[in-house]
T-cell receptor
Framework: KAGVTQTPRYLIKTRGQQVTLSCSPISGHRSVSWYQQTPGQGLQFLFEYFSETQRNKGNFPGRFSGRQFSNSRSEMNVSTLELGDSALYLC??????????????FGPGTRLTVL | AQKITQTQPGMFVQEKEAVTLDCTYDTSDQSYGLFWYKQPSSGEMIFLIYQGSYDEQNATEGRYSLNFQKARKSANLVISASQLGDSAMYFCAMRELPNTGNQFYFGTGTSLTVIP
C-alpha cells in the first residue's frame, strides 16, 4: 500500500506570494492533518480535516488555510508569504476506525523556503 | 503548560548498546495515546511505537519498547542494540480525543547519535 505522498517536495517563493501544497493520504484514510516544523518552534499543528470538514485548527493566522476533497486528498494554502513561513510542512493521515489507538502516518514533507 | 516534555536535546550511545529517551506528558484525560516517531535527516516522520492509556503492558516493537509509567506520566522509549541507522531525531507525541477532532501534541525531540 502506498504511503502518504506530498507534492512538491521543495519550493522556493518570495515574500508576498502565495503557495499551495498537496497531500494524498494512504488509501482508505479519511483524516488528514497538517503540521509546520521549524528549528525554533518545533512541530506545530496547523489543522485537521475529516470527510472534507475542518475539525480542528491550531494557532496560526488566517493566511494559512486548507481543504479536503471527496477523495480525501488535501491541500493547504499560505497567502502573503512571510520569511517566517519557511519551514518543513508535514502532512499525516489516519484511518480513524478506532480513534483511541489510531496512528498518524506522515508524508515526506514539503520544504518551503521564502526569500 | 507543555503537553509533551523531552528533556534530552541530544544523546549519544555506543553501537550495540541500549539507550533510553525520556518523555513526560501532561493531560487530564483518562483516554489518550502515546506515540514515538523517528525523523532521519531526510525529514520524514517514521512511526515507531504506540502505547494506549489503558494498556497494562508496555508496548514493544522489535528493538523498540516503551516504558510506560502512568502515575508518573512518563513514556520513555528504549532502543536496544543500537545501530548506526538509529541516528536521528526522536519525537514523543500524545493524542487526546477532543470532541472536535484528532490532534497530536509533539515534544521538542531528542537527537540521538550512535557512535561506532
Amino acid at each position: 500500500k502506498a504511503g502518504v505522498t506530498q507534492t512538491p517536495r521543495y519550493l522556493i517563493k518570495t515574500r508576498g506570494q502565495q503557495v499551495t501544497l498537496s497531500c494524498s493520504p494512504i488509501s482508505g484514510h479519511r483524516s488528514v492533518s497538517w503540521y509546520q516544523q521549524t528549528p525554533g518552534q518545533g512541530l506545530q499543528f496547523l489543522f485537521e480535516y475529516f470527510s472534507e470538514t475542518q475539525r480542528n485548527k491550531g494557532n496560526f493566522p488566517g493566511r494559512f488555510s486548507g481543504r479536503q476533497f471527496s477523495n480525501s486528498r488535501s491541500e493547504m494554502n499560505v497567502s502573503t508569504l512571510e520569511l517566517g513561513d519557511s519551514a518543513l510542512y508535514l502532512c499525516a493521515s489516519s484511518l480513524l476506525r478506532t480513534p483511541s489507538t489510531d496512528t498518524q502516518y506522515f508524508g515526506p514533507g514539503t520544504r518551503l523556503t521564502v526569500l | 503548560a507543555q503537553k509533551i516534555t523531552q528533556t534530552q536535546p541530544g544523546m549519544f550511545v555506543q553501537e550495540k548498546e541500549a539507550v533510553t529517551l525520556d518523555c513526560t506528558y501532561d493531560t487530564s484525560d483518562q483516554s489518550y495515546g502515546l506515540f514515538w516517531y523517528k525523523q532521519p535527516s531526510s525529514g520524514e516522520m517514521i512511526f515507531l511505537i504506540y502505547q494506549g492509556s489503558y494498556d497494562e503492558q508496555n508496548a514493544t516493537e522489535g528493538r523498540y519498547s516503551l516504558n510506560f509509567q502512568k502515575a508518573r506520566k512518563s513514556a520513555n522509549l528504549v532502543i536496544s542494540a543500537s545501530q548506526l541507522g538509529d541516528s536521528a531525531m526522536y519525537f514523543c507525541a500524545m493524542r487526546e480525543l477532543p470532541n472536535t477532532g484528532n490532534q497530536f501534541y509533539f515534544g521538542t525531540g531528542t537527537s540521538l547519535t550512535v557512535i561506532p
